[in-house]
């Protein structure tokens, strides 16, 4: 088995790492020849993509670049019988992503999206023995993205949301500036979620309200607090690694019907 990393940047060298530990041979695919400077010499590395799809065995992709470049990175692998897994979110617009899903059923290929944050710890080890009436989200991130603040970082929770409450769909979005305000809503749960950009303090926490108490997640420490004082604390399992794993041993759509849910409900909003 071969995989193929397109755009080893910072996601990029992050699965780069993960596949060296698990002893996985490799492919760098990168526009900018300078990106290679850091790594042996014995491995294979392309500056065009064509090429490296031509010369190499490859058996996966993942694809790390700016999103605009997703689906048609994804598409020519497709059009080679190779799974492919993008980084989030998949394109920008939901025809785009839709077409590259049905050109990959039809070449029986998987097309997925990255979820890591469902290999967590605090969604992997939550136990919910009661109803959820409410969850109140944020993500507040010291740092800049790729598009905006919704793009960037609503969408870890969106797609969180939706694996654990179901489909969705969206009430309200407000944009000021760097900070964006989600309301949406499940069969039987409200979401409220504050995602900014720049922010002088990192908080990503969650509030899992039933009528008498709440749990909450605290995605920095990757920990669960239970309404008894009980903390479940990270069991110590990188979840890039478990993504990885999963996404080669057992590829599955899950994450794209998700992904192209919440493009759909992005379709609605002016965002």
């Not at 190499?56 to 700016?66: H, Y």
């Not at 190779?82 to 050109?103: H, Q, S, T, Y």
């Not at 969180?160 to 749960?189: C, M, P, Q, R, W």
């Amino acid at each position: 088995m071969k995989v193929g990393i397109v755009g080893i940047g910072n996601m990029g060298s992050k699965y780069v790492n993960k596949f060296r530990e698990l002893n996985i041979p490799y492919v760098l695919i990168d526009t900018e020849a300078k990106q290679f400077e850091k790594y042996p010499e014995n491995v294979p590395k392309y500056t065009d993509l064509d090429e490296a799809l031509e010369r190499e065995n490859i058996d996966f992709l993942f694809v790390a670049t700016s999103p605009n470049f997703h689906i048609p990175i994804a598409k020519k692998a497709i059009e080679r019988n190779i799974n492919v897994m993008v980084e989030k979110p998949p394109a920008l617009e939901r025809k785009e992503f839709e077409d590259a899903l049905n050109f990959a059923h039809k070449n029986d290929v998987v097309l997925a999206v990255s979820e890591i944050e469902i290999n967590s710890s605090s969604i992997r080890n939550l136990k919910l023995d009661r109803n959820i009436e409410k969850v109140e989200a944020f993500r507040l991130n010291l740092g800049k993205g790729y598009i905006n603040p919704f793009f960037d970082l609503a969408w870890h929770d969106l797609y969180i949301f939706s694996y654990l409450f179901g489909s969705f769909k969206i009430e309200k979005v407000n944009v000021e500036g760097n900070v964006v305000d989600v309301k949406a809503h499940s069969e039987n749960t409200e979401f409220e979620l504050k995602v900014a950009w720049l922010n002088p303090f990192l908080k990503r926490n969650w509030y899992l309200k039933s009528d008498k108490d709440f749990i909450t997640l605290d995605f920095v420490e990757d920990k669960i607090i239970y309404p008894s004082g009980q903390t479940v604390e990270k069991d110590g399992a990188d979840k890039l690694r478990l993504m990885i794993e999963k996404f080669i041993n057992n590829p599955s759509y899950e994450s794209s019907y998700r992904a192209l849910n919440i493009l759909k409900e992005i379709e609605k909003i002016n965002i």
